[in-house]
């Protein structure tokens, strides 16, 4: 049988434009959707909609471990941002260098 015989699945009088991949069903024009390049009807569209309940969304695992990250960095960037501050002779932070230039004794 070829599309152009068929008739919807839900309007008996109306002809067929698209066959649901998901169910195999044929569907006039109104009866169908598109999801992701394709053209479902509302049934199977409803049922990708709806998540599987032994399925878990990983979204706030990543979310979090991208946060973790992030911190981590930060806090390493200031320790070695410290350290490096810590190698400056404290005779610098007194001004005592700039003023031997000078002022040579």
């Keep these: 049988m070829t599309l152009s015989s068929e008739r ?12 649901c991949p998901e169910c ?8 169908v959707s598109e999801h992701e390049d ?4 509302a049934y199977c569209l409803k049922v990708l909609g709806v998540r599987k309940p032994g399925r878990r969304s990983t979204t706030g695992l990543v979310r979090a471990a991208q946060v973790l990250v ?7 960037a200031f320790y070695l941002l ?3 501050l810590l190698t400056i002779p404290s005779s610098f932070h007194d001004r005592q260098i700039a003023q031997e230039e000078q002022y040579p004794r």
């Excluded at 195999?24 to 009866?31: A, D, H, L």
């Excluded at 911190?71 to 390493?76: A, C």
């Design 24 to 31: 195999g069903r044929y569907f006039c024009r109104e009866c």
């Design 38 to 41: 394709r053209l479902l009807c």
């Design 70 to 76: 992030g911190f981590v960095l930060l806090w390493s």
């Design 82 to 84: 410290g350290r490096l």
């Design 8 to 19: 919807c699945f839900n309007h008996a009088t109306r002809e067929a434009v698209a066959r």
